[in-house]
């Protein structure tokens, strides 16, 4: 494909994402009826697709509108590059540019504010409320692609053993320092889900806060611990490299737990999926570890579309959800147990309100630990509160 039928590419597929798709499955679709389309192809307009909707409020500021087109003018804008050498119309390119575009194009656009940092109007103030002075850097920090980080599962090997074996095919790593067991990769990223290291379970794709997350959890021999919003399992498998415990998984659509069992056995873990009843039934657990459903702002890097799509009445729906959920498992833990609140989340009404609240409805319980972790680290945006008995 020549880069003006990248772009064209890149447009439709985001115009299925502005009509409600999700922006893996738009891909995937255009992937399939694009059989001509090479791995590079591939790559390039799934970098053109997720940029654009990091970016989308800038973009469609600097290209005149939200269509997929606009999206795209504006990112070649913004990088300097002159859309006309590529909207010719010709072959597979974008038509050539209407009058009314060319005009847009020429006149200078302020982006200022909310704009710049393609933050949504309405949440930007609880989002600086809740960042304060770091509000401006987190949010252009979201703006660009996340680094890829590997785990090193230390049940299998350690750090060095990781980077060697991974170097031998060709993939770059270095240390990462928000955890022990973090790898950062800075080269050939599309090759590991192939290399002797994955698929030996020796790493495991999951970012670097998710585990200074889990490092953060008071872990030890014996414990009976359960993951209770386990999803597709990654702290859980983290969870069980760090000591032999009894680890149960549970997750309100058993269809995001479908590859667990597989996983584990990769990293040669044991971990028992637990239906909503068997979860109740096995209590008390002496770690109970909510990863609760939350906004995700911070991870919008990885899901930007899902910025676009939070509104007021969703945020206060889960905010509810999370609240539902510390109140029923708060009963899961044995006494001198730990329940711990974790969400990918920056906004302070879904972290640290939301123990406020618990707390002031459960006297007996109190927050011995809170840590946030936001993207200037690195990894993901985080927020944790470890939760005991009095």
Known sequence: MTPAARLSAAMDVLDRVAAGGNAEQALTQWGRASRFAG??????VRDLVFTALRRRRSHAALGGGESGRALILGALREAGTDPATLFTGEAHAPASLHPEEAAHLARPVPLEGAVGLDCPDWLAPQLEASLGADFAAVMQALRDRAPVYLRVNTARGDRAAAQASLAGEGIATRPAAQAETALEVTENERRIRNSEAYRSGLVELQDAASQALVAALPVRPGQRV?????????????????????????DSDPGRMRDLPARAARAGAEVQLLTGPEAAARAPYDLVLLDVPCSGSGAWRRAPESKWRLTPERLRNLQEIQSDILDKTAHYVASGGCLAY??????????GGRIEAFLAAHPDWSCTHQRRFTPLAGGDGFYLALLTRK
């Open 342 to 351: 974790a969400t990918c989340s920056l906004i302070e009404t879904e972290n």
């Open 226 to 250: 359960m993951d209770y919003c386990a999803g597709g399992g990654g702290k859980v498998l983290a969870l069980a490299a760090r000591a032999d415990q009894q680890l149960f998984a549970h």
């Open 39 to 44: 791995s590079g192809d591939r790559a390039a």
